[in-house]
């Protein structure tokens, strides 16, 4: 299985681009454009892709589980919301090592905020106060479920700022002004002036959950 960020890739390069070579992030399964954006080795994700041992993964991930250390990919999973704890806890050890200028960030889509994990994070984080920013990729769609089929409001943002943290929603796949807030929140957070952020960015999938179809 496949499951193809096209569509989305406005917000994996605005935010990658507004980070530095030792900030890290944490990926969903539909990555491909976060791992490339953050400088993930193109020939090596292919080869992940077809199972060879050259892989980013050595074969062993496939399409959903890509990772490259180097480049700040700490890696991607197939299991909706595994990643936002890690990355919570990678900021939590910035924090404790005393590392400055450096953070970690988190994508996940918006399927993810239904997940009990992503309360205790957001809710340790911002109590901590950790250098960490949360990507919400809303594309409105947990596999087929519409978000309206299953919230009652489209507030992920608000239910974001009830932690306490400041929450923003960026609508448009807007790479620019994607780029302009996190670049200015990024500094914030390094200069001791901010705990977590969270960003909601709309967006939407053109392909199918899994495949090259048409969604």
């Given at each position: 299985p496949?499951?193809?960020?096209?569509?989305?890739?406005?917000?994996?390069?605005?935010v990658?681009?507004?980070?530095?070579?030792?900030?890290?992030?944490?990926?969903?399964?539909?990555?491909?454009?976060?791992?490339?954006?953050?400088?993930?080795?193109?020939?090596?994700?292919?080869?992940?892709?077809?199972?060879?041992?050259?892989?980013?993964?050595?074969?062993?991930?496939?399409?959903?589980?890509?990772?490259?250390?180097?480049?700040g990919v700490?890696?991607?999973?197939?299991?909706?919301?595994?990643?936002?704890?890690?990355?919570?806890?990678?900021a939590?050890?910035?924090?404790?090592?005393?590392?400055?200028?450096?953070?970690a960030?988190?994508?996940?889509?918006?399927?993810?905020?239904?997940?009990g994990?992503?309360?205790?994070?957001?809710?340790?984080?911002?109590?901590?106060?950790?250098?960490?920013?949360?990507?919400?990729?809303?594309?409105?769609?947990?596999?087929?479920?519409?978000?309206?089929?299953?919230?009652?409001?489209?507030?992920?943002?608000?239910?974001?700022r009830?932690?306490?943290?400041?929450?923003?929603?960026?609508?448009?796949?807007?790479?620019?002004?994607?780029?302009?807030?996190?670049r200015?929140?990024?500094?914030?957070i390094v200069?001791?002036?901010?705990?977590?952020?969270?960003?909601?960015?709309?967006?939407?999938?053109?392909?199918?959950?899994?495949?090259?179809?048409?969604?």
């Open positions: 496949v499951h193809l960020s096209i569509g989305q890739e406005a917000i994996a390069v605005g990658c681009q507004a980070l530095e070579p030792g900030d890290v992030a944490f990926g969903t399964y539909r990555s491909h454009a976060l791992y490339l954006a953050k400088g993930g080795d193109l020939k090596s994700m292919i080869a992940e892709l077809y199972g060879k041992a050259t892989g980013s993964a050595k074969g062993k991930g496939g399409s959903m589980h890509l990772i490259d250390i180097r480049a700490m890696g991607t999973s197939a299991v909706v919301g595994t990643t936002i704890p890690q990355a919570v806890g990678y939590h050890a910035i924090q404790y090592r005393g590392e400055q200028n450096r953070v960030v988190s994508f996940f889509g918006d399927g993810g905020v239904d997940e994990v992503w309360h205790e994070s957001m809710n340790f984080a911002a109590l901590k106060k950790l250098p960490v920013i949360f990507i919400c990729e809303n594309n409105f769609y947990a596999i087929h479920s519409h978000e309206r089929a299953r919230h009652l409001r489209s507030n992920i943002v608000e239910r974001a009830a932690y306490g943290m400041m929450a923003e929603r960026i609508e448009g796949n807007d790479v620019l002004k994607i780029f302009r807030r996190v200015s929140t990024r500094s914030r200069a001791g002036k901010s705990g977590p952020v969270f960003f909601e960015c709309m967006t939407y999938r053109w392909r199918q959950h899994v495949g090259p179809g048409e969604d």
